[in-house]
């Protein structure tokens, strides 16, 4: 099902939570809704699944207008960040729960529930756990019940709110592969809402890229990183170096990008668009080496400069093969020189 998104918009009293929002979800997509604490993503995804009402706006769903719907009438699957499993109820039980509530001539029979449970459960990795209760799950079998829980039900469009949000870093980790691949194999229209854009860029095919209620940028991952519509994308999306024109004229010139810059604009520098070298020994150093951080394959380098006023930013992130350092043979302190493969301009 495809999901489109016309002119919406929301307000709670005076605060402005969604400002004309136009949006379109291709069919079989996992879209992520992506944008800090604030900016209307869960209100965006709350609006689409029927359990909030916009003041102006259509929701489309595969081209039938659902605005007006009631949620039991969308064939929206949810997903809850703290997962909202019925405690009383065994794992078994808690996924079928959707089937057993349907009105008795759409309801299947218990055979037939009993077998579609057990082939989730299957789906899910977890069918030895269909006895036990959500307390003696660990949170990420948790999320996975209630992720096989809301497929029970055969939606066609399916909406995770910080699906991950509440699990620790390692669990979160896993759990990103495994949605990937599960949608692989669904092929179900998803979105789920992160602030994480680490998650957002690993998992998700399309991103929307949400500020102040307003979609700043919507598009593929490797778009929106490599081609930010604007300052803002660029800073959220990925880690960038921010050069202001004015202040860091004389060291851009240093570099040889001080003829491209303009007086109000800003330079975005990705860190991986940093190339370094060592200084020659004589010569007096300007930037030098502060700290590095190995992380396997890749090595992060802050670089800082060795006059106050030499218009240097505090601390310059660049990226580079984890080979590639060690060839350098660089120690904290050590005199470097710089050059920039790709640059960004932005008012």
């Given at each position: 099902?495809?999901?489109s ?18 949006l ?26 029927g ?14 207008d ?40 759409q309801?299947?029979a218990?055979s037939?529930?009993?077998?579609k ?5 299957e ?55 495994w ?6 194999e ?38 929106l ?23 860091h ?46 992380l ?33 043979q ?18």
């Amino acid at each position: 099902m495809s999901i489109s998104i016309a002119q919406l918009n929301k307000r709670f009293g005076a605060f402005n939570a969604l400002n004309n929002i136009n949006l379109d979800i291709p069919e079989g997509e996992l879209a992520a809704l992506l944008g800090p604490s604030g900016c209307g993503k869960t209100t965006l995804l709350r609006i689409i699944a029927g359990l909030e009402w916009p003041d102006s706006g259509r929701v489309i769903i595969n081209g039938e207008d659902k605005t007006q719907a009631h949620a039991s009438h969308r064939g929206i699957g949810f997903v809850f960040q703290h997962y909202a499993l019925f405690r009383h109820m065994t794992v078994f039980d808690n996924i079928a729960f959707g089937l057993r509530i349907k009105p008795r001539r759409q309801r299947p029979a218990e055979s037939v529930i009993r077998t579609k449970v057990h082939t989730l459960l299957e789906l899910v990795q977890l069918d030895w756990l269909h006895d036990h209760f959500p307390d003696q799950l660990s949170g990420g079998q948790r999320q996975r019940i209630a992720l096989a829980r809301a497929l029970a039900v055969e939606p066609s469009v399916l909406l995770l709110d910080e699906p991950f949000g509440a699990l620790d870093a390692s669990v979160r980790k896993d759990l990103r592969q495994w949605l990937r691949t599960l949608h692989r194999e669904l092929h179900v229209t998803s979105i789920f809402v992160t602030h994480d854009q680490e998650e957002a860029m690993e998992v998700a095919s399309r991103i929307v890229v949400l500020n102040k209620g307003k979609v700043e940028q919507q598009g593929s991952p490797s778009e929106l990183y490599d081609q930010p519509a604007n300052a803002f994308v660029s800073q959220f999306i990925g880690q960038t170096n921010v050069l202001d024109s004015h202040n860091h004229q004389h060291w851009l010139q240093s570099i040889g990008l001080g003829d491209d810059a303009h007086p109000g604009l800003v330079a975005h520098v990705r860190p991986q668009h940093i190339t370094i070298e060592k200084t020659p020994t004589g010569l007096p150093p300007s930037i030098v080496l502060k700290d590095w951080q190995h992380l396997g394959a890749i090595t992060r380098v802050e670089l800082t400069g060795t006059k106050p006023d030499d218009g240097l930013p505090p601390v310059l992130h660049v990226e580079m093969p984890s080979e590639h350092f060690k060839q350098l043979q660089l120690f904290k302190g050590d005199a470097v020189n710089i050059s920039i493969k790709q640059v960004q301009w932005f008012n």
